[in-house]
């Protein structure tokens, strides 16, 4: 079993009234650290572009585990699994890391995104600046066919990226997100990447939304107060893979939750005063 930690990226499912049945922590990146921009805030993973965030009003803030407690702490060639949401810049896919741990080098490499530039014929795809050939690949689950815009998870042989970022896959896991919610209510967290405002629509993690029937279950908050880059939990149903009828929205972050009490339970630790503890 795998300890969930703060920042890690989950999948949860659940028996229709949101009560789990099976938790699964999936990184979203893990590999060798190619390159570090600490003037961008950012790191390059497995031809992944990776931007590390301080903004609560952006989405979860990152987690840095020990020996880690900064981006300046990271060094090229370390071994790093990296948690993130997927967002949009210049119309280009960019992680927004939620947590960052070094790791142990591994079997494979691990990169988790969205299929783009497909061929059948040449049978490559990429995920960033990632080529990825898939050739003799093992898709999985039996029957689950590549689309530009499929979300997956790909597993590369540790150390065979190329200095032109491009990689063999092993294994490919296409995320069946409709089959698994089984038609029952779903839930999908993440920033907004797209946002249509005519067409009642918009992207999280790769998945269309659309918004037209849905009510932001908070006060005085409508559908007009949605914008890209907001970080926002939908409930819904999945028509498809990619996309999903919405009934709520909660917006999330420091401007949200600011006028709501919260309470944190748990063992107090590193006590110095009743005005400095960890929880």
Request: aromatic share 4%; proline share 2%; hydrophobic share 40%.
């Amino acid at each position: 079993n795998v300890e969930v930690k703060l920042g890690h990226r989950v999948e949860v499912q659940h028996d229709g009234n949101l009560v789990a049945k099976q938790v699964r922590v999936r990184s979203t990146v893990e590999g060798k650290v190619q390159s570090i921009d600490l003037t961008a805030g950012s790191l390059k993973v497995v031809g992944q572009t990776v931007v590390v965030n301080s903004d609560a009003a952006k989405g979860p803030v990152t987690v840095y585990e020990s020996p880690y407690t900064q981006l300046a702490d990271v060094k090229v060639n370390d071994n790093v699994e990296v948690h993130a949401l997927i967002k949009q810049d210049a119309g280009k896919p960019v992680l927004q890391a939620t947590r960052i741990a070094k790791r142990e080098v591994d079997v494979s490499d691990r990169v988790h995104g969205v299929v783009a530039a497909l061929s059948t014929t040449a049978h490559t795809f990429k995920l960033g600046d990632l080529l990825i050939d898939y050739t003799d690949a093992k898709i999985s689950p039996e029957k689950a066919t590549l689309e530009n815009g499929s979300e997956v998870q790909v597993f590369i042989t540790t150390g065979t990226v190329g200095t032109n970022n491009t990689a063999k896959a092993k294994q490919i896991i296409v995320l069946a997100r409709k089959a698994e919610s089984e038609g029952k209510t779903a839930e999908l967290g993440g920033a907004i990447s797209a946002l249509d405002a005519a067409a009642k629509t918009m992207t999280i993690n790769a998945v269309t939304i659309d918004i037209s029937a849905a009510t932001v279950n908070q006060p005085g908050k409508t559908i007009a107060d949605l914008k890209v880059g907001m970080y926002v939990v939908v409930k819904g149903t999945y028509a498809s893979n990619t996309s999903m009828k919405a009934s709520t929205i909660v917006i999330r972050g420091v401007d949200a939750e600011k006028d709501k009490i919260i309470e944190l339970h748990g063992t107090i630790l590193d006590y110095q005063s009743n005005a400095s503890f960890v929880v």
